[in-house]
């Protein structure tokens, strides 16, 4: 069944609800403003409202359009850390591996390993990663680009910093990049992270066969 309303009735909602179009804004694209015979306020008091609506619409387009450029950032950098990750399974000097290889799997400018007790003091990989165990840094300071990232700090004008579980030893994977940002959002973080998992895991594994080495000597 519908319904018939007419001119009177829509007069008489927008008169009770004056806040309609306010919280409707898409609908003035669909309006046709006021001519001035209605009056100079009237007209300007429209066009601005429609001013502010288009505003409005292309704010909402442009915030889409920079997540989804955001998620297509993850998604890539997920397949390539898969990648990393199916070139990592071979190797026997991870160290190596990652401040050779890496940054061209990664398409990065540098990597390294950094190790508590080896340059770094103890307790500070938790201070610079916290319970997230990865770091999205823009614009890292000086004293971390000297800190984490060595003769490659001129080259960290962004960075991530990963967390590596790697035994006994707290270990940071340090990512560095010229241009561009590492990584961004939460897909590029939880990417990252597998990341520096797979990483812990194959110097965990290469540990224990060194010891097994050792011990049938």
Partial sequence: MSATIDSAAVVRFLRDNPDFLTRHPELYR???????????????????????????AA????????????????????????VCVLALLGED???EWVEHSLPGLLGIDAAGLRREGDGLAAGSINALLGAAGVRLDAAPSPELRRML??????????????????????CVLALACRDREVASGAAGAEALGFLGEAIGACLSRLARARMRVVARQ
């Fill in 93 to 95: 000097d991870v160290g």
């Fill in 59 to 82: 704010d909402a387009r442009a915030k889409a359009e920079t997540r989804l450029g955001t998620e297509r950032a993850g998604a890539d950098l997920a397949v390539r850390v898969r």
């Fill in 149 to 170: 990232h060595g003769s490659a700090a001129p080259l960290a004008q962004h960075a991530a910093y990963v967390r590596v579980p790697a035994g006994t030893a707290a």
């Fill in 30 to 56: 669909h309006l046709a403003p006021p001519a001035r015979p209605h009056g100079e306020v009237l007209a300007d008091h429209m066009a601005s409202m429609l001013h502010r609506a288009r505003l409005d």
